[in-house]
């Protein structure tokens, strides 16, 4: 039979029309009603409760973004910031389609529909964007804006706002000009919804609206492809083809706090609830239940083997010129395509441990380097007949090509009782022994067993396997963060649909606020890489050139630093001013709400403080844990930039949320100049063993302890003296202190430990005391896991000895695993 797509997709479309009984409009709830009867794709919005959900006004990453906006776009900046002001109706939802125009070679067009609240603000709006993009206004008794030249408009008529345009318009002689063409189009979208016909999975689907919905129509989308694919490939495709167009799609997602749920429905099944097909797995049992990924599914196998059956045999057939069939044996196997086709029993499982990543070094073929991933995983699948799943044992052991990838990739091959096992190393022993070492925990068990098909996916193991190579590059890290975001992830069948849900790490945030954070970050970065690259090489005439291109220089980047922030730490006084004067703020925020002057005293740049202080920088702006910048200087031992800040009335007395103070820092820092000013200004020392450890006073210390002084007495950041003389560096007191049995595992406030200590005292010796005392040399501090490595210099001597340990930055280690 030669295969038709054309005939096909109409019989297709004919019998989903007799099947749907085409429903008068009446049907579909008034703000869809213009959406084209025959769109093939339809995106629904609830736009007011997105916006609501992502926080854009108050978000952080979208600030400078909407700062450009209001410049570049202002009639966007005042949609974001007052969606009311655009006159539409936000609660209703906004309509994004396409449909195809023509039946011979049909045109794709894409269109938006809106209900519109307050007329006069919408034409408003309407006008605001044609003047600023310079569109002309066409001769009508409706507002409508288009150009003669591009087949697009956009306008408002009665209740609904819209746009159209044509995508791919088919060259055709003798057709219309595009003005003409697009009126005729404009003039059929906008008929009375009465006119109209819609069919009755679209009515399922406006019926189904969630906070983000998307419709796919088979038959239309196979049409699409018919117009854009090559004919030669609709053989091989058919039963695809054939199954496609019979499908309606309708997916669903809906965001709450701290959960994500899509649903992926077909429309043109019934809705009422089917039998499970599922059933208990004893092949489930052999998956270790510490996998971070475990998935089952429960299939038909004679639906597999029917459909399977015509696309093989079409395939076969096709590429050997009617030659070959399912009789065809296959090499290696001594089996033939039926006899493959007919062997699964319809059960198949999977258990992926974790990832080995291999970094491939940049090449002609990959210019940045590709990052490969090789799974370590146990997957088996049951087979009805025992000869068949003998056969295939065999086949794949022996030198065919399947059998050569699979040793290449290093998975083994077991014939076990009525399943074929395919299986890395690591689990070749949970086969052999037909037990696992970690037993499915009872809960997952039950998800897994209560669906046809059914996936468990827990991120933070997965993606920590992949983090084990230390030479990932740096946007690595960065996919990996956000996928961090994410803990648990579950898909699963349910009557006719596809359940997906995703479960948050932070329990209060928002899945929609995530998505367009993600969207904004990356806006960012690639706008600002270069901006970012130039400071890093010193490199002047580069920052000029970011900066004409449009880099924003207030923004954050992926990991809440802006270039302000970055240029401050590295001390390049001349890119500071530059950047300054060409709109950057001296009190912009960073993740953790610190400032460029933060920033400056923490990289000890005095010039740059100064310059900072001259535009204007807040002397006593605080961090998240209400650390100033009179604070930081305490601590880094900046005696001059001390003195500068208090002259411009930064408090001396001020006091961060842990209840330290700026002696208490200047004490751990061992800083002895600072401490006689903050003496005279009659700043506190609340914590004097504390201080004498800091100042490497054994005097004073040996004076307390004879006194009844506690060894492991805790200041207001709950650290020792031992913590505050390792910070210091007074290698002498941290030994006499370890004599009188100072406990070292003891930590400060958020997991602050001797080893951040060592290693932000810079001195080799000390980290090497606090290894060999048994301190983790990655250990976590704070909300972001912070390590020794971040806290300490790249130029000191301890640095070098502390990554030869497997010391690394807490944005290579990732997010810290959920209590």
Not at 168 to 196: A, C, F, H, W
Not at 412 to 417: A, F, G, N, R, S
Not at 418 to 428: A, G, I, Q, R, T
Request: glycine fraction near 8%; hydrophobic fraction near 40%; include cysteine.
């Amino acid at each position: 039979m030669i295969y038709h797509p054309t005939l096909n997709i109409l019989r297709a479309a004919f019998t989903c029309i007799c099947l749907s009984s085409v429903i008068s409009a009446n049907a579909v709830p008034f703000h869809a009603k213009q959406i084209p009867a025959d769109s093939y794709f339809v995106l629904s919005l609830k736009t007011k409760k997105i916006i609501s959900d992502a926080f854009l006004q108050d978000s952080h990453t979208w600030a400078p973004i909407l700062n450009d906006w209001s410049n570049t776009k202002p009639e966007l900046i005042e949609f974001f910031i007052d969606p009311n002001s655009s006159g539409l109706n936000l609660d209703h939802p906004i309509h994004f389609f396409s449909s195809l125009q023509g039946i011979q070679k049909p045109d794709p067009i894409i269109g938006i529909f809106a209900s519109v609240k307050n007329p006069d603000l919408a034409d408003a709006s309407l006008h605001a964007i044609a003047e600023n993009y310079k569109i002309q206004k066409k001769p009508s008794g409706y507002p409508r804006f288009g150009s003669d030249k591009l087949p697009y408009e956009f306008g408002r008529k009665g209740k609904f706002a819209y746009f159209v345009a044509v995508i791919s318009r088919t060259k055709q002689t003798g057709g219309l000009p595009n003005d003409v063409y697009l009126d005729e189009i404009v003039r059929n979208l906008l008929k009375k919804p009465s006119e109209k016909k819609i069919p009755t999975p679209l009515i399922n689907h406006f019926s189904k609206l969630k906070d983000a919905s998307l419709y796919l129509d088979g038959t239309g989308i196979v049409r699409l492809a018919e117009a854009f694919w090559p004919s030669n490939q609709w053989q091989t495709a058919a039963p695809i083809i054939e199954t496609i167009t019979n499908r309606s799609i309708g997916i669903y997602a809906n965001s709450n706090q701290g959960n994500l749920k899509v649903e992926a429905r077909n429309l043109l099944e019934n809705n009422h609830s089917k039998e499970i097909r599922s059933s208990p797995s004893e092949a489930i049992q052999q998956i270790p239940g510490d996998a971070p990924l475990i998935a089952k599914l429960d299939f038909d196998s004679d639906s597999i083997k029917r459909i399977g059956s015509q696309w093989f045999d079409q395939t076969l057939k096709m590429f050997s010129g009617g030659q070959m069939d399912l009789s065809f044996q296959i090499p290696g196997f001594n089996l033939t395509a039926k006899d493959l086709l007919d062997s699964p029993s319809g059960e198949w499982v999977l258990g992926l441990g974790s990832f080995n990543s291999v970094v491939i070094p940049p090449s002609e073929r990959f210019p940045t380097g590709e990052v490969q991933l090789n799974p370590v995983l146990l997957s088996g699948i049951g087979l009805a007949e025992k000869e068949t799943l003998r056969k295939l044992s065999i086949g794949m052991e022996t030198t065919n090509a399947l059998g050569s990838i699979l040793r290449m990739r290093g998975i083994e091959v077991i014939e076990k009782e009525k399943h074929l096992w395919f299986s890395s190393p690591e689990y070749v022993r949970e086969i052999g022994f037909d037990r696992t070492l970690r037993p499915l925990p009872a809960e997952r068990e039950k998800f897994l067993n209560s669906h046809e098909f059914a996936l468990d996916l827990r991120v933070l193991p997965l993606t920590q396997s992949i983090r084990r190579n230390r030479t990932l590059p740096y946007d690595y890290y960065k996919m990996l963060d956000w996928l961090e975001r994410i803990s648990n992830v579950r898909i699963f069948s349910q009557n006719n649909s596809l359940i997906f849900n995703f479960r948050m790490y932070e329990k209060t945030e928002n899945p929609f606020h995530t998505l367009l954070d993600f969207l904004g970050q990356e806006m960012i970065d690639r706008r600002n890489a270069s901006l970012y690259q130039a400071i890093a090489q010193n490199d002047f005439q580069s920052l000029q050139k970011a900066v004409q291109m449009g880099a924003l220089i207030n923004a954050n980047d992926h990991f809440g630093h802006s270039p302000l922030h970055y240029a401050a730490y590295k001390g390049n006084e001349g890119f500071v001013d530059f950047l300054l004067r060409n709109g950057g703020d001296p009190n912009a925020r960073s993740k953790h709400l610190s400032t460029p002057l933060h920033s400056a005293a923490w990289g000890r740049n005095l010039k740059v403080a100064e310059i900072l202080l001259e535009d204007g920088a807040d002397v006593n702006a605080e961090t998240d844990e209400g650390e100033t910048a009179a604070m930081t200087a305490a601590l880094r031992g900046e005696k001059d930039l001390l003195e500068i800040l208090f002259s411009l009335s930064a408090d001396p007395h001020a006091k961060d949320i842990h209840g330290s103070n700026l002696y208490d820092l200047a004490s751990a820092g061992g800083h002895i100049e600072i401490l006689d000013i903050l003496e005279s200004l009659q700043v506190k020392n609340n914590h004097p063993f504390h201080a004498a450890a800091g100042k490497g006073d054994l005097k004073t210390i040996k004076k307390m302890l004879k006194n009844g002084r506690s060894i492991n007495e805790k200041d207001a950041f709950g650290a020792t003296p031992l913590i505050i003389a390792t910070v210091s560096g007074k290698i002498d007191i941290v030994k006499f202190l370890l004599g009188k049995k100072a406990d070292p595992k003891i930590e400060a406030k958020d997991g602050y430990t001797m080893m951040h200590a060592a290693a932000f005292s810079g001195k080799k010796e000390l980290v090497q005391l606090a290894y060999d005392l048994g301190l983790d040399i990655n250990a976590r501090y704070g909300q972001d896991g912070v390590t020794p490595v971040d806290v300490g210099e790249d130029a000191s001597e301890a640095m070098p000895f502390l990554k030869s340990l497997g010391g690394r930055r807490g944005w290579e280690l990732g997010r810290l695993p959920v209590k």
